[in-house]
């Protein structure tokens, strides 16, 4: 069954630039993954260090080993520490609209 | 410039299925517009009456253009009033991953 998340990130001061430039690199192999079906990370346009990631993929489980690699593992790690606190995540349940389908 | 929104709705006790089939009725004609790039509605897998909607648009110009139809005012005007409150509107600014482009 299709997983989908949102996520919103708040970067410590000044590292907004750092945590995108990380999320870009650690999903970089989504684009060869055929289970992700959307993974958009975006910066709020209202200045401060709000960041938004939107996943979609075709199970949780595919979500999951996508995670597992070593260097995703290192990347995520690192992305944590320049938190100001874990991520809200919000588990969503797709309803219908325009979007990538598996 | 592409353009992408994520709003929080929350519905009025019991109504959530009635806002997403507004949302669902009022987005239908962008599935052959080619500037809607992304439109995800989905519910909270949390149980609540939280609705998430997720926008991409090749610009906000030719986003407010597909709302400006009789039919959609219509329609959006019904969903918000089936609202606890305004819909909690974050404009995004997209950084990359993968998503569909215009």
């Known amino acids: 069954m299709t997983y989908a998340l949102i996520n919103r ?5 000044g590292r907004r630039d750092e945590v995108v430039a990380n999320l870009l690199d650690s999903g970089a192999s989504f684009a060869d993954d055929d289970a992700c079906l959307l993974y958009l990370v975006a910066e709020s346009t209202e200045g401060g260090d709000a960041i938004w990631v939107v996943d979609l993929w075709t199970s949780e489980e595919r979500h999951a080993e996508a995670l597992q690699g070593d260097d995703v593992r290192s990347v995520v790690k690192d992305t944590l520490a320049m938190l100001e606190g874990p991520p809200e995540q919000f588990v969503i ?3 219908g609209g325009k979007h990538p389908e598996g």
Chains 1, 2 share one sequence.
Do not use: M
């Open 9 to 13: 990130l708040t970067a410590k001061p």
């Open 93 to 95: 349940r797709p309803r």
